[in-house]
């Protein structure tokens, strides 16, 4: 049996990985038993999956909640790195799809998936996740993540 100091222990550490945890237990529940993703695929609006965006909503919710303010307020007082990272995501990393078609892939499908993979904004996965367990600033990962997804329609 874990002492009470252990149980804190591990309860830190699973607070302080939950998306991680969150999408490998996801992703293995669907791998063995798809029948209750197919159906909550099924409700659409628009031609939008309704469990889908929820689930994104939420994930963005939580790792909101998990913020503390001093975070927030040390992300706002970057604008230079702000800045900087938007046009990087936004701009840079688009002309470098330009190169990976120049790549000779074969099949040459792949050089098309990477020109597109490098057009399209920061996930919530590789922008906030990605920093979070490297320990840098996740309140400037989110800031990014959800600025460069509302700019990317723009550009």
């Known amino acids: 049996m874990l002492s009470e100091e252990q149980r804190k222990k591990v309860k830190a550490k699973l607070i302080e990985n939950f998306l991680p945890l969150g999408l490998a ?3 293995i529940v669907a791998l063995a038993w798809d029948v209750p993703g197919k159906e909550l695929s099924k409700p659409k609006v628009e031609g939008y999956g ?25 992300a706002i007082a970057a ?25 000779p892939f074969s099949p040459s ?10 057009c ?6 590789s922008g906030v996740a990605l920093v979070s367990q490297a320990k840098g600033n996740a309140a400037l990962a989110l800031l990014l993540t959800v600025g460069s997804n509302v700019l990317g329609v723009l550009t």
């Open 120 to 125: 399209v904004p920061t996930t919530l996965t």
């Open 50 to 74: 309704v469990v889908n965006s929820l689930g994104v909503i939420i994930i963005f919710f939580i790792s909101g909640m998990c913020l503390k303010t001093a975070d927030v307020k040390a």
């Open 109 to 118: 499908e792949f050089k098309i998936g990477l020109a597109l993979f490098c």
């Open 25 to 27: 237990t996801c992703l």
């Open 79 to 103: 604008p230079v790195a702000v800045l900087y990272s938007l046009c990087a995501i936004l701009f840079l990393t688009p002309m470098a799809g330009f190169i990976a078609t120049q790549i």
